[in-house]
């Protein structure tokens, strides 16, 4: 009679006819057991067989033959426990076992498992962790091959003092350490020298982003830089290096640049109509001194100049020549010859065009000239006629000029003045200091002199 052979779950696992047995050895496939049937010879050590195989867990480097679901097996070669989970499908590798004990060593991810079942990574040295649906990533979150991410390590100073630090790698290098002290690694590390407390990235990296804050830029205190958004003072010069140049006020209607072409420096006021001023504090107060007027594109200064170089305005100008001397050497261009307006007569004209000339001032037919361009002489003409000529023989009066009258007394010693026809009648009466008289008539004394003296003479003649 042959036995039926039931599962655990009631259902019908093999039948096993008398006198044979059911074993992977012998092309059995129901188990990984030696099954017996009634009346086979020597069934003793096939149970003890049995027995020991359960015993053991079928402790082998490979997997037990036609296993059943929750069947364990000892791996020898990797020292796991495992249980037989499916038998739905296949695997290539070691069919459906799981470890037990821990995760399931592979070089791939197992075909299936049940949430919460862990994989071993062989190839990348990575854990995984079946969600139920796929295999998560628990870490390390990098291929043993691309060290990368937050480790931590301890490092050693020259003294040998012990640092617990965290450092950062990217693809097996060391970007960054994060520490809480200040030493010098020992042995030295490659690109850094000394950390410090807080975040030390590795020389020639940098950080990218927006940064809440920071201390230092650019090794300099942030205290030291220039704000937007408040007044600054700066100890050092600023440069722009752009011929843009600078751009001021709310309206953005001021702006100082360097044209592109010409490179000449330019100021401007961009809106309609407003002016560009320049102030200066005087010790009276703010004052405005030059300003360019946007109505109508001239300059105008704060007041009249005080100084050689101060500026003059046309005002100021203009002004100057009313009821006012000049100074130094103005000059000015010259006007034609009968030019008559308000013109100014310069010397040229004066001299050559209006009548006056150097050696001669006349005015309507008299005039008065000077000759010295050989013997110097001098005439004086008086409506046309010269009545006086002077060289440096003396001065010759011409016929029908007049001269006053020299006074003198009879016995007078005489003078260099130039006598008269007058003077002359009168002193020819008079005669080594004795007068001399001559009349009709006995003189009269006192008539011609101050009276009669002795000596006098008298020269009478028939009337």
């Not at 020639?204 to 937007?228: F, H």
């Amino acid at each position: 009679m042959s036995y039926t052979i039931i599962k655990t779950n009631q259902s019908t696992l093999c039948t096993v006819l008398d006198g044979t047995i059911d074993s992977p050895t012998v092309g059995g496939n129901h188990s990984s057991l030696t099954l017996i049937g009634r009346n086979y010879p020597n069934y003793g050590a096939l149970m003890a067989d049995n027995l020991i195989a359960l015993l053991e867990n079928f402790s082998y480097g490979t997997a037990p033959s036609a296993p059943l679901v929750g069947q364990l097996w000892w791996n020898s070669s990797t020292r796991s426990l495992n249980i037989y989970s499916n038998s739905s499908a296949s695997d290539t590798v070691n069919g459906y076992w799981k470890s037990v004990g821990g995760a399931q060593a592979a070089t791939s991810a197992p075909s299936i498992g049940t949430a919460g079942d862990l994989w071993w990574d062989q190839t990348n040295s990575q854990l995984y962790v079946y969600s139920g649906s796929a295999w998560v990533l628990v870490g390390p979150a990098f291929p043993v091959s691309h060290k990368t991410g937050a480790i931590v390590e301890t490092l050693n100073d020259a003294s040998s003092n012990t640092y617990y630090v965290i450092s950062l790698y990217n693809d097996n290098t060391r970007t960054g350490i994060i520490s809480k002290d200040t030493f010098t690694p020992y042995p030295a590390l490659s690109n850094f020298t000394v950390i410090q407390p807080g975040y030390n990235l590795a020389a020639g990296e940098t950080l990218w982003g927006t940064a809440n804050n920071a201390s230092y830029l650019g090794t300099v205190p942030a205290a030291n830089y220039l704000r937007t958004d408040i007044n600054n003072v700066a100890q050092g010069s600023l440069a722009i290096q752009s011929n843009v140049g600078i751009q001021i006020g709310s309206l953005g209607n001021y702006f100082a640049n360097i044209h592109s072409t010409s490179g000449s420096a330019q100021i401007w006021n961009t809106q309609t109509g407003a002016n560009i001023s320049l102030h200066v504090s005087t010790p009276g107060g703010i004052v405005k001194a030059l300003t360019a007027y946007g109505q109508d594109g001239l300059i105008y200064v704060a007041g009249n100049p005080t100084s050689a170089l101060g500026v003059a305005t046309k005002q100021y100008v203009d002004g100057s020549f009313t009821n006012t001397v000049l100074t130094g050497v103005p000059t000015a261009p010259t006007m034609p010859g009968g030019t008559a307006n308000t013109a100014i007569a310069t010397t040229a004209f004066v001299i050559n065009n209006s009548g006056f000339f150097t050696n001669k001032i006349y005015q309507g037919n008299s005039s008065f000239e000077i000759d010295d361009t050989g013997s110097g002489t001098a005439t004086l003409s008086i409506d046309s006629t010269s009545v006086l000529t002077a060289s440096q023989a003396g001065v010759n009066l011409l016929s029908g000029a007049t001269a006053i009258t020299q006074s003198d007394s009879y016995n007078g010693t005489g003078n260099s003045a130039v006598a008269t026809t007058q003077f002359v009648k009168n002193a020819t009466q008079w005669w080594g200091g004795s007068a001399k008289f001559v009349s009709t008539s006995a003189p009269n004394a006192g008539v011609n002199d101050a009276g009669s003296h002795d000596g006098d003479f008298w020269f009478q003649y028939t009337a």
